[in-house]
């Protein structure tokens, strides 16, 4: 083998192949570094004094599919300038690791494309590694995202395990990019961004968050000049919450022959009615319910009409249909009707505010979809601040979520 091919090949420049060897299926390459290249690993001088070596093995990139190591003993030299006794500075190899530079950034591309234990298994290492090297490259790449450019953001909690356990995840809306995940929910959990939000210099416009009063307290503390704004999907699935809950209600009140067509209809009425299936015939099992009862059918149009809220050409608009809404649904009689009202005009500006700012969480959302599905492709993650590691970086990986 020949001194250039070290570089062309392995990434390993300024020194000399020595030998090779063949044995239990792998490949040694021995090397060495020629003394005139020897300088101190604190100061750089040339004015050192060999003083023996220590023997190390590393890993380097395979020749087909047989594992290939790189043996050289480190030069220790008594540098003049200093004073003191030092191993050189390795040019192929980080301080303390058992594996090449290259070694590193092949693992990593492998990382892309198949899941830790897929890497392990291919290059005949421990998977521990693999998680240390991309650990490493993550920490280095978005362990601290930069917060100065902010200018609208999602915030939302995610469900790690079992046992309550979750993280509150801060999306950049403008790049997708992930920039914060803090431990638990609620107001506690934000703390260390607020804290970074305030060192960077950060001029948050705009915020979209669901109607927690956590996060209502958090941005009015922490945000004073952002524009707030609930997050639609939010308002519509908390209706459909309710709406869930008024059909279970009804459905105990009726006599056994009723609750036959009104059995199997819940996610009939949680659906848009685009969305209907004609070829089940999901709008005329639909019809026939709401027919069967007055208060249910009351719900459900008043549930269309609610999204009316955001399709409106101004503000203006929208507070009309939203004051229109509120006095139907108070006109029912229906008390389920009537505290959604009361909770609606409680947080109308916040709804409102999608005309000044047309954001939402929808975003985290599909960022949250992708979590989950590397989380599952995991089989966990006993190592929550690795997860959040790859919280930080899944916006840039692949739909197929390996890496």
């Known amino acids: 083998m020949s001194t250039s091919l070290l570089y062309h090949a392995f990434g390993i420049v300024g020194y000399h192949y020595l030998s ?35 023997e190390r093995t590393f890993h380097s990139l395979p020749i087909g599919c047989k594992p290939t190591f790189v043996q050289f003993k480190v030069p220790r030299v008594l540098c003049f300038a200093c004073g003191k006794v030092r191993q050189v500075k390795l040019g192929f190899a980080d301080p303390k690791k058992q594996y090449t530079r290259a070694f590193e950034r092949y693992v990593l591309e492998l990382s892309r494309r198949m899941t830790i234990q897929d890497v392990a298994q291919h290059l005949q290492i421990g998977w521990d590694t693999v998680k240390d090297i991309q650990a ?35 999306l950049n809306l403008l790049t997708g990019a992930v920039v914060f995940v803090g ?26 968050t669901d109607m927690s009063p956590a ?6 503390d922490n945000l004073k000049g952002a524009v707030h704004v609930f ?16 059909r279970r209600q009804l459905f105990h009140e009726l006599s056994a022959d009723h609750r ?21 015939n999901e709008l005329e099992r639909l019809e026939e319910a709401l027919r069967l009862n ?29 004051k229109d809404w509120l006095a139907r649904a108070r006109a029912s009689g229906i008390r389920m009707l009537k505290q959604f009202a009361d909770t609606l005009e409680k947080h109308q500006e916040g709804i409102l505010n999608y005309y000044h700012y047309p954001i939402s969480t929808g975003p985290l959302e599909g960022t949250h979809n992708k979590i989950k599905t590397m989380k599952r492709q995991a089989y966990g993650f006993r190592d929550h601040e690795f997860f959040k590691l790859k919280i930080l970086g899944i916006h840039e990986s692949h739909y197929a979520l390996v890496g």
């Open 20 to 54: 090779q060897s063949f044995q239990g299926g792998q490949v040694t390459f021995r090397i060495e570094q020629p003394r005139e290249r020897h300088r101190c690993s604190h100061c750089g001088s040339a004015e050192v004094w060999d003083q023996g070596g220590v």
């Open 136 to 170: 490493r490259s993550l920490q280095r790449r978005f362990g601290k995202p930069k917060l100065h450019k902010l200018k609208q953001i999602a915030i939302d909690e995610i469900a790690i395990g079992k046992g309550q356990r979750y993280f509150t995840v801060v």
């Open 183 to 208: 431990d638990g929910k609620g107001v506690d959990a934000l703390k260390p961004f607020w804290k970074r939000l305030r060192r960077s210099g950060a001029k948050i416009k705009a915020v979209a």
């Open 215 to 220: 996060y209502i307290a958090a941005v009015r």
């Open 231 to 246: 997050d639609h999907f939010h308002v519509i699935k908390l209706f459909n919450e309710k709406l869930s809950a008024f």
């Open 260 to 280: 036959k067509i009104l059995k199997g209809i819940r996610w009939l009425l949680l659906k848009n009615p685009e969305n209907l299936d004609p070829a089940k």
């Open 294 to 322: 007055q208060p249910l059918a009351t719900v459900y149009y008043l549930k269309e009409d609610l999204r009316q809220i955001w399709t409106q050409s101004d503000k203006r608009s929208a507070r009309r249909v939203l």
